[in-house]
Nanobody, 126 residues
Framework: QVQLVESGGGLVQSGGSLRLSCEAS????????IGWFRQAPGKEREFVAA????????DYLDSVKGRFTISRDNAKNTVYLQMISLKAEDTAVYYC???????????????????WGQGTQVTVSL
């Protein structure tokens, strides 16, 4: 079973950048597909980005394409979410999630991920 810990959130001005990290503990990290999700107050948790086991396949929420980049370093058991050109509407708690996956597979629904981190707050001020 994998445990996930997010870090890197904070307060940033509109147009700024942050890099979130999701560090995993437990065996066989390279058998897990990883997703980033976010949840703003009063809203449902939404998909942001996903990456396949090897890192060769990625996908993004349309509104973050070109601004966010998901990557992973399996040697460090860590997945990253680089965020640039941040907007006020990106403000949310960001979560990483993991699921045992077949190669090249991505998942977009929170219900497909059994393992979750505790979340990290990202606040973008105007």
């Amino acid at each position: 079973q994998v445990q996930l810990v997010e870090s890197g959130g904070g307060l940033v001005q509109s147009g700024g950048s942050l890099r979130l990290s999701c560090e995993a503990s437990g065996p066989s990290f390279n058998t897990y597909g990883i997703g980033w999700f976010r949840q703003a107050p009063g809203k449902e948790r939404e998909f942001v980005a996903a990456i396949s086991r090897s890192g060769s396949i990625t996908d993004y929420l349309d509104s973050v394409k070109g601004r966010f980049t998901i990557s992973r370093d399996n040697a460090k058991n860590t997945v990253y979410l680089q965020m640039i050109s941040l907007k006020a509407e990106d403000t949310a708690v960001y979560y990483c999630a993991a699921r045992v996956a077949v190669p090249l597979a991505l998942a977009y629904s929170p219900r497909q991920y059994p393992y979750w981190g505790q979340g990290t707050q990202v606040t973008v001020s105007l």
